[in-house]
């Protein structure tokens, strides 16, 4: 039941042997294609950034509203307006972080101005 003791020759062939099946092992375990998940401290952040786009947006809203009713007299209805465009200024400005989301790193934002897909050929 007892093996005979090794000698240096064996031990070489044997860490040889694990060696090789390391770097098989290593060659057959799939890589990660890109970044993992994000972290708990990056949605965090991601979630931060989006309440103080939309915060922002509201506050400038407000004071370049506030600003023309106080010169042009106008009281309420340069406020109000303003308070409604900053209201939307920051959504938009939200939806923007969110789409960041979705893309992958060291791709570009899809341009929705051209009509048709990146690298796409119009040529017949």
Do not use: C
């Amino acid at each position: 039941m007892a093996e005979k003791p090794q000698g240096d020759a064996d031990r070489t062939a044997d860490a040889d042997r694990l060696r090789a099946l390391e770097a098989k092992l290593a060659a057959l375990t799939p890589k990660p294609s890109g970044p993992g998940p994000m972290g708990k401290y990056e949605q965090a952040n991601l979630a931060w950034r989006m309440v103080i786009e939309l915060v922002t947006g509201l506050g400038l809203g407000f004071v370049v509203g506030y600003g023309l009713d106080y010169l042009l007299g106008t009281m309420p209805f340069m406020m109000v307006l303003f308070i409604f465009l900053g209201l939307a200024a920051g959504v938009k400005s939200m939806m923007r972080t969110a789409s960041e989301l979705d893309r992958k790193p060291g791709t570009a934002p899809e341009d929705k101005t051209s009509g048709h897909e990146p690298g796409s050929d119009e040529r017949d």
